[in-house]
């Protein structure tokens, strides 16, 4: 009979990689909208892409959205498009929704990201750069 593996050292073990710097999250928003299909939802999302006012954006899936509007309980389906940005950009980033949306009335929510992976941070940050 063999002896079992011997348990490794831990004073041996190599030490993990320092965590990156915190990057403050407060400065950091999710913002969501939406729209009443995909197309659109494709274009509010390239657009403030492309136009450097977000990172990145995801589009769910259809939802089925209940509301009151003009007096009447609604029921729609819509797609919800959720955007990452900056604090600094999220005002640049709303007028571009407000013009580009087909709705007369969009949402447009930002809740600020508290915590989140400082290399993803960092990364929003330097993709909303202006002139990056």
Excluded: N
Aim: net charge negative; proline share 11%; charged share 20%.
């Amino acid at each position: 009979m063999s002896d079992p593996d011997p348990v490794p050292d831990p004073e041996l073990a190599p030490s993990p990689a320092p965590a990156p710097a915190p990057v403050p999250g407060d400065q950091f928003l999710a913002v969501l909208t939406t729209t009443d299909s995909e197309a659109a939802a494709q274009s509010l999302a390239r657009g403030a892409v492309e136009a450097r006012l977000a990172a990145c954006a995801q589009i769910s899936s259809p939802i089925a959205s209940v509301y009151r509007w003009e007096g009447r309980v609604e029921t729609a389906r819509e797609w919800q498009v959720l955007l990452k940005t900056t604090a600094a950009r999220y005002e640049a980033l709303a007028a571009h929704l407000r013009g580009a949306h087909g709705y007369d009335t969009p949402e447009i929510i930002a809740t600020p990201i508290t915590h989140g992976g400082a290399e993803y941070l960092a990364w929003v940050a330097a993709e909303v750069e202006p002139g990056a």
